[in-house]
């Protein structure tokens, strides 16, 4: 079938220790997002690839930051991660940049900073 | 700019009855409109979306939505809950800016919680 799969699932941090978490996808999409979502809220969009072209949103802090080496994969990566990042990370993948288009999420990645 | 209200974070059900979660949305354009659910520990999964064809929207597991654009509403309905729909609902709003872009962000509600007792 095809998917978004994100690894790992559960990812365990220290304060301050730079973190990746990975995002690849089957279904050939030309967009991936990064979602934010901490305990209790609405997902909140980080920052999405069309193709190769990177679109950060404006408040996403420069903490944050995300490669797309290919279609398949993208990776989001947190150079000094703190006690509020905390959260679950969401990857999701859309045909087209059409705001009409589906979004299909992974299984999203729990991140604990410790 | 899009927004969108979800009213009741937290819908209690007993088996069999109807379920009912509501959204309203704020647009300055023609909105696009999604409900996704999320189970514990899983992503977003798409019941549905409204993007300006019929405003009576079937998704999947029995779930629908009613666009209303004089109550500025899209509340998500089932007439008969089940153990298994029990999860966490979200309406989203695509961002279309104030121009009606295409931009593809989806802007979410803070999500209702929904119970279904036995």
């Known amino acids: 079938d095809a998917m978004v799969i994100q690894n790992p699932r559960y990812q365990v941090t220290q304060f301050g220790k730079p973190v990746t978490l990975s995002c690849s996808q089957t279904?050939?999409?030309?967009?991936m997002y990064w979602y934010q979502q901490k305990s209790s809220q609405a997902p909140k969009l980080l920052f999405h690839y069309y193709d190769k072209d990177f679109n950060n949103e404006a408040d996403t802090p420069d903490n944050f930051q995300s490669r797309r080496p290919n279609t398949s994969f993208c990776f989001l990566d947190i150079r000094s991660p703190g006690l509020g990042d905390a959260a679950m990370y969401l990857c999701?993948?859309?045909?087209?940049?059409?705001?009409?288009?589906?979004?299909?999420f992974g299984p999203g990645t729990r991140l604990t900073v410790l | 700019a899009q927004s969108v209200t979800q009213l009741g974070s937290h819908v209690s059900v007993s088996e069999g009855a109807l379920v009912l979660l509501r959204c309203n949305y704020s647009s300055s354009v023609p909105p696009y409109l999604f409900w996704y659910v999320q189970y514990p520990n899983q992503g977003l999964q798409l019941l549905l979306k409204?993007?300006?064809?019929?405003?009576l929207v079937k998704g999947i597991n029995g779930f629908e939505a009613e666009f209303k654009k004089s109550e500025t509403s899209f509340h998500l309905t089932k007439p008969s809950a089940h153990m298994s729909d029990a999860a966490e609902y979200f309406c989203?709003?695509?961002?279309?800016?104030?121009?009606?872009?295409?931009?593809?962000?989806?802007?979410f509600g803070k999500g209702t919680k929904l119970s279904v007792k036995p």
């Open positions: 989203a709003v695509s961002d279309r800016g104030n121009y009606g872009g295409s931009q593809g962000n989806l802007i």
């Open positions: 279904l050939n999409h030309n967009v």
């Open positions: 999701a993948t859309s045909r087209d940049r059409s705001s009409t288009d589906t979004q299909y």
């Open positions: 409204y993007t300006s064809a019929a405003t």
